[in-house]
């Protein structure tokens, strides 16, 4: 029995399928977030269609609609999910991949989820996959979902297989759980037959992995909350979460068994075939640079630069993983930004930001290619150092091969190439060994302890009457501690508190959350920080005197000086920002800010410092907005008119169907100079900022740069501060201001020579030692050997000490310990003694009795160490040594 379908549909269509037909079951299209998860630290990237739903599913979020339909952008390629080195060599592998969903919060159950997923798979309108192909998997004591399947669904008992647990209670792959608590319950898996021409068995069975039965979709049924002891809580509304993966359920459709053979990447590695210039094979490094080519596009559209860090770093492995695998395709230059295009014709229509965003990414592509290439040099001449203190039959260390491969992204199979073409074997085990080390680091770094059962949940909304008021009579509607409600708060005690109505502004949009105090007849509250939780504010803080309990009268206070001097950086950050586009180019898009009321930092793509010049001019346009003082004007609009009008948004930000526009600044036209969408705090007229002033520019990962700057009062005492110092340095110099530059210069220079002079005449001074240094010359057979030590020597002068003892002794070992402050050590040996004693052995040996360290080649070593009050003992003891190595 071979594998035909009934319908034959390509990737695009089946995605567009799954919406259309849960949108004809009621379910809203909700586009599918960002790659970089929303305010969830607990994730690297958005590695499930059900991330962006967290906190709905929690209860700390409340939508619009209690069904929805996504296709999921995810990766895994870091932290403890990582399918990265896979990529290429398995059929279903992918690091960016499609999760198609259906959700309910609150709304249908098991029936109606079953039912639906049964529908769209076998439906004759839809997939019209043939029901004898199919067969199911329910938790075992899930009689439930079983009965759905069998009774109302009409499956034989034969197609429905209950799995138990493996290891331990609820340890199962039919029930799913979100961490260690929180939500949690069985699930329905759905596996497809590839046929009995393919090896495997049905889940459960000895066989199960084999690739006959393959899952294509996963119904999870939410239905408990998990504690901290492992008891389970029935969910007051349980939920469903289900997850389809577009590439397998695509395969099946395409009549292919594995997912690089649908049409989508088929395209993409005859493109990579082109560019490359070669034939088509799809061997796996074709399949890695098809999958990468996504991951990578993906990742940057939505604001991940490489970096030597975090996502930045996954998203460098990446670029480098898909070049490496280029090169062995026969790639000589550099090819991989060459294949944006394509990957646009075939997902643009999609995802319009990968249109959007062509050039941009096409740019950073190439400029980490071509940065890969210095490194690859840079490893090479590593390599190359290494192995010149290797001889024929030694072997390379482990952790020389991982640093080769790890920091300059040099394959292993490479260096044993090179190694071996020297007579090197390489430490394969050792190379393991750090490997797994590595493995080890990212899944810790990729665990978070985060307890979902101690999450603040609040169903009442709170007022937000900030924007016109710093303080207001309100009510505490709830205290918390320990993500528990108390019934009072003592003096001393921390905790949160709730109100009806607040002008405390809640973190966002880079804005610090405010602080203030809260106070009621019996007690204060002081504010330290201001967050959201849902539609709830929460105000996180200390009793400062009495107490505080559930239901009081309260006056909540916000400290004006710091709401007013936030307000001034935050509304600077958009006169910033427009100014960044104006000079630089509408290429600048912001990465990110922090606002606070003493710094504005401001984080944008831009590929190369800012020149001195170019940050004068944007900060003199800045303050050009602030001295017309033109209104800061607020709207509320549809978000499609909003962005209809120019308004810039932040990919990533969750926005909803009606939008706070705000519009301030105006060009020399009459145009508007700056509209975004942004519901933080900021001044009436941009006048009220007054003044402006850039305190450093630099970058911070590939790409991503920032600024620093002051408004208002701190900006002044800035300016004012630098005066100072200005005046003062030109009382010092008896200089006027515009002169100091010039004097600094010519003093610079002068010292710059004294310098050279200095060191020319510690060198000659060095030299007039060197009679006294050959004397403890000995001859230890053919050889000679010179230890001594050199005083008021330091590091560079006993470079040219040993040249000279070098030119007066042949075939000799001589090791020379300079002391100054600390001590230069320094080590030659005669070529044809190297047999015997190497230079790099005799330095680590010094330096570790001294508690230094260095190395080197063979013939040739240094290092340094401090003072030692044992260093003439160290050095006669390592005279017998080397007399006893050279006999």
């Known amino acids: 029995m071979t594998h035909t379908p009934t319908k034959t549909m390509q990737l695009n269509d089946v995605r567009q399928a799954f919406i259309d037909f849960f949108k004809s079951k009621n379910h809203t299209h909700v586009s599918s977030s960002s790659l970089i998860p929303h305010n969830d630290p607990t994730l690297l990237f958005t590695n499930a269609g059900m991330n962006q739903f967290k906190d709905t599913f929690l209860g700390l979020e409340k939508r619009d609609y209690d069904r929805a339909v996504t296709s999921q952008k995810c990766v895994r390629a870091g932290g403890k999910h990582n ?65 759905i399947w069998h009774k109302d669904i009409g499956l034989s008992p034969e197609r429905i297989i209950r799995i138990g647990d493996k290891g331990g209670l609820y340890q199962s792959d039919n029930f799913w759980s979100m961490g260690d608590t929180g939500p949690c319950g069985p699930c329905s898996e759905i596996f497809y037959d590839y046929g009995e021409h393919v090896a495997g068995g049905l889940p459960g069975t000895p066989d199960e992995d084999g690739d006959r039965y393959v899952e294509v979709w996963n119904c999870v049924f939410m239905q408990f909350n998990r504690q901290k002891d492992g008891t389970l809580e029935p969910l007051p509304k349980p939920s469903v979460d289900t997850g389809m993966g577009l590439e397998r359920i695509s395969s099946v459709m395409q009549g292919k068994h594995g997912n690089y053979e649908v049409d989508l990447f088929v395209n993409l590695m005859d493109a990579t075939a082109n560019i490359i210039g070669v034939p088509s094979t799809y061997e796996p490094s074709f399949k890695v640079v098809a999958d990468h080519i996504r991951a990578v596009s993906f990742l940057i559209a939505d604001g991940v630069h490489p970096s030597n860090e975090g996502r930045g770093y996954v998203l460098r492995r990446i670029i480098r993983r898909a070049v490496r695998h280029g090169n062995k395709l026969g790639a000589t230059g550099n090819f991989l930004y060459k294949l944006v295009p394509a990957l646009v014709k075939e997902m643009g229509d999609a995802y319009p930001q990968l249109s959007e965003k062509q050039d941009e990414i096409a740019s950073v592509i190439l400029k980490e290619e071509e940065q890969f290439a210095k490194t690859l040099a840079q490893g090479l001449r590593l390599l190359s150092a290494e192995l010149e203190n290797l001889t024929d039959g030694d072997t390379l260390t482990g952790e020389t091969v991982f640093k080769l491969y790890d920091t300059y992204g040099f394959p292993t199979d490479l260096t044993a190439d090179i190694a071996r073409e020297r007579g090197v074997s390489i430490d394969e085990a050792g190379f393991d060994v750090c490997m797994q080390a590595q493995r080890t680091r990212a899944r810790e770094a990729g665990k978070f302890d ?154 944008f793509s831009y590929d190369k410092p800012i020149s001195h010049d170019e940050l004068t001019q944007i900060e003199r346009m800045v303050n050009e907005q602030i001295q017309k003082n033109t209104p800061v004007q607020i709207e509320y609009l549809p978000i499609d008119e909003a962005i209809g009008k120019g308004a810039m948004a932040l990919f990533g930000e969750k926005y909803g169907d009606v939008v706070r526009v705000l519009t301030m600044g105006t060009n020399a036209d009459n145009s508007t100079f700056s509209i975004e969408l942004c519901g933080g705090i900021h001044v009436a007229q941009t006048g009220d900022i007054g003044l402006f002033k850039i305190v450093s520019e630099s970058g911070i990962a590939s790409g991503i740069r920032r600024i620093e700057a002051l408004t208002g009062m701190g900006a002044v005492r800035y300016v004012q501060t630098g005066e100072q110092i200005l005046g003062d340095l030109a009382n010092n110099f008896k200089a006027k201001r515009n002169e100091i530059s010039v004097r600094i210069g010519a003093l610079s220079d002068k010292n710059r020579e004294l310098e050279k002079q200095l060191e020319r005449a510690e060198q000659k001074l060095a030299s007039l030692q060197i009679v006294s240094l ?54 030659s040996v005669a070529k044809n003694l190297t047999d015997k004693v190497k230079a790099g052995d005799i330095i680590r040996h010094l330096a570790g009795e001294l508690g230094g360290k260095g190395g080197g080649k063979a013939d040739y070593a240094q290092g340094g160490a401090p003072k030692s009050a044992n260093l003439n003992n160290i050095l006669a003891d390592l005279t017998k040594k080397l007399s006893a190595d050279l006999t």
């Open 83 to 147: 399918d990265l080195d896979n990529v290429g060599y398995t059929a279903r592998h992918h690091t960016f991949f499609e999760m198609l969903g259906n959700f309910s919060f609150g709304d249908y159950f098991k029936q109606d989820a079953l039912k639906f997923a049964w529908e769209f798979l076998t439906g004759d309108d839809w997939l019209a996959l043939p029901k004898d192909r199919l067969y199911v998997t329910v938790y075992h004591t899930d009689d439930e979902a079983y009965d």
């Open 450 to 603: 985060v307890d979902y059962s101690n999450a603040i949940k609040v169903d009442t909304p709170t007022e937000f009457v900030g924007y016109d008021l710093l303080d207001n009579q309100s009510q505490i509607v709830g205290i918390y501690q320990n993500g528990k409600a108390v019934e009072r708060l003592n003096e001393g005690e921390e905790g949160v508190v709730v109100l009806s109505a607040t002008p405390f502004y809640a973190e966002g949009g880079g804005q610090a959350g405010e602080t203030g105090e809260i106070s009621t007849s019996t007690g204060v509250f002081f504010v330290e920080d201001t967050k959201k939780s849902s539609t709830a504010i929460i105000h996180y803080g200390t009793v400062k005197m009495g107490q505080i309990t559930p239901n009081q009268p309260a006056n909540a206070q916000v400290i004006a000086d710091i709401r007013r001097a936030s307000a001034k950086n935050h509304s600077a950050t958009h006169l910033l920002h427009a100014s960044l586009r104006q000079i630089l180019g509408t290429g600048v898009t912001q990465k990110g800010s922090l606002v606070s009321a003493e710094v504005l930092r401001f984080d």
């Open 774 to 827: 050959l004397e403890h010359t000995i001859d230890v057979g053919n050889a000679k050997l010179l230890v001594a030590k050199a005083d008021g020597v330091d590091a560079k002068a006993i470079r040219g000490l040993m040249d000279t003892a070098k030119s007066r002794l042949d075939n000799a070992i001589i090791v020379l310990v300079g002391e100054t402050d600390d001590l230069a050590l320094s080590a």
